[in-house]
């Protein structure tokens, strides 16, 4: 089973990217942004929860999320892998995500760490909050807290899976086929 964590900032690209993969490596995408989006969507408690803590640029909660996720990987019993797109944000989700899927005998393989500056995620954020009526992207200020969080709750997550030998930095800047190229050489690679 191939099952990968696609990592970056806010605007590296994750989602499009996940798109390709999933294609080309038969593998369900899990975005926990898409998850949150869905609950709050649908105004379950859980995404009225979730709706109160990103408008604040903030991360909802570890077990919220955690539990979230484990009933997504539950659902696709017959799974040749998963794309885990925007998780885990927290070391402490990092070995919480190890132990659930070391448990069903299927460790994460790899992490992709798509590596873009900040001035290009700003960019991208505000191209995306004109074209896909996402209010989180359209504030800078809520933008560069969501940088700034992931700078300091976040990014620290790479360390934990390159203790493992599992982290893979990939340059995220360029066309969408060449940052896809990059990623499938990583994957190749595992």
Do not use: C, W
Not at 44 to 70: C, F, H, R, W
Not at 145 to 158: G, L
């Amino acid at each position: 089973m191939l099952n990968l964590v696609l990592f970056g900032p806010p605007g590296a690209g994750k989602g499009t990217q996940s798109a390709f993969l999933v294609e080309a490596y038969a593998l369900v995408h899990l975005s926990t942004g898409d998850i949150f989006r869905a609950n709050i969507k649908g105004q379950t408690d859980l995404g009225q929860l979730a709706q109160s803590y990103m408008n604040q640029g903030k991360l909802v909660p570890d077990d919220v999320t955690i539990n979230m996720l484990e009933a997504e990987v539950n659902k696709h019993p017959d799974a040749k892998g998963f794309i885990f797109d925007g998780f885990p944000r927290t070391t402490a989700q990092a070995a919480a995500l190890d132990a659930f899927l070391e448990g069903r005998g299927a460790p994460i393989s790899g992490m992709l760490s798509l590596e873009v500056p900040e001035d290009e995620l700003k960019a991208r954020l505000t191209k995306r909050a004109e074209t896909s009526g996402r209010p989180d992207d359209a504030d800078p200020a809520v933008v560069q807290k969501r940088i700034d969080v992931y700078h300091a709750e976040t990014a620290p997550v790479a360390a934990h899976y390159a203790a493992q030998g599992k982290l893979h930095a990939i340059n995220g800047v360029g066309s969408l086929e060449d940052i896809t190229e990059r990623l499938r050489s990583a994957i190749d690679s595992i």
